[in-house]
Nanobody
Framework: QVQLVESGGGSVQSGGSLRLSCEAS????????MAWFRQGPGTKREGIAA???????TYADSVKGRFTISQDNAKSTLYLQMNSLSPDDTAMYYC????????????????????RGQGTQVTVSS
């Protein structure tokens, strides 16, 4: 059974940084892809970053150049380094995993990932 547990969220001022972590158990990092999604108040869920087992990454335009996704397979942990945060980044951030998504494509961030964590809240104040 796949379990994803996010951590690292919190409150930060505009321009600040946070690093989110997602501990994954029961998921084989050598197969499939992992991703970060977010959903702010009154907004629809947005896929913001994804990485496959080959290390290929993709980012939403809204975070490109500011956020970096990475994974430590030895620790079964996914990370999201977030820099230059703005109030628009305020949202619940979710980690997701899916062994069926074997390679990153332009459609990956719109995909419905099989497994998702409970989320961690990020609040950015101006």
């Amino acid at each position: 059974q796949v379990q994803l547990v996010e951590s690292g969220g919190g409150s930060v001022q505009s321009g600040g940084s946070l690093r989110l972590s997602c501990e994954a158990s029961g998921f084989d990092h050598s197969r499939g892809s992992m991703a970060w999604f977010r959903q702010g108040p009154g907004t629809k869920r947005e896929g913001i970053a994804a990485i496959d087992s080959f290390g290929t990454t993709t980012y939403a335009d809204s975070v490109k150049g500011r956020f970096t996704i990475s994974q430590d397979n030895a620790k079964s942990t996914l990370y999201l380094q977030m820099n230059s945060l703005s109030p628009d980044d305020t949202a619940m951030y979710y980690c997701a995993a899916d062994r069926r998504i074997t390679r990153i494509t332009k459609f990956t961030l719109a995909a419905e990932f099989m497994h998702r964590g409970q989320g961690t809240q990020v609040t950015v104040s101006s």
